[in-house]
């Protein structure tokens, strides 16, 4: 049993900052990549970011230069810094994990947790 439970959304507004922290826990024996998507009502869902367990980023463009993504290879837990919020930033963001778990190669997701930005 794998689980991702996300954390530290919330309603904020326009310019402002929050932090979105997600914890994996379970049958774990190497997470390779963690990251976090994002959905908006009627849109489907983006990348937001990613890292690997070396530690290399790649970022959506849009949200290059606001958002820091991190990560406690030690404690399983991922970290999406968002500063500078726009409102079209609102939406529910998703946790996952990529990597071999219970002895197999497989992903999985965070429940979502969600981030309004209001003007």
């Known amino acids: 049993q794998v689980q991702l439970v996300e954390s530290g959304g919330g309603l904020v507004q326009a310019g402002g900052s929050l932090r979105l922290s997600c914890a994996a826990s379970g049958s774990i024996t190497s997470i390779y990549v963690m990251g976090w998507y994002r959905q908006a009502p009627g849109k489907q869902r983006e990348l937001v970011a990613t890292?690997?367990?070396?530690?290399?980023?790649n970022y959506a463009d849009s949200v290059k230069g606001r958002f820091t993504i991190s990560r406690d290879n030690s404690k399983n837990m991922v970290y999406l810094q968002m500063n500078s919020l726009k409102r079209e930033d609102t939406a529910v963001y998703y946790c996952?994990?990529?990597?071999?778990?219970?002895?197999?190669?497989?992903?999985?997701w965070g429940q979502g947790t969600q981030v309004t930005v209001s003007s």
């Open positions: 890292i690997t367990s070396g530690g290399s980023t």
């Open positions: 996952y994990a990529d990597g071999v778990f219970v002895g197999r190669w497989g992903v999985y």
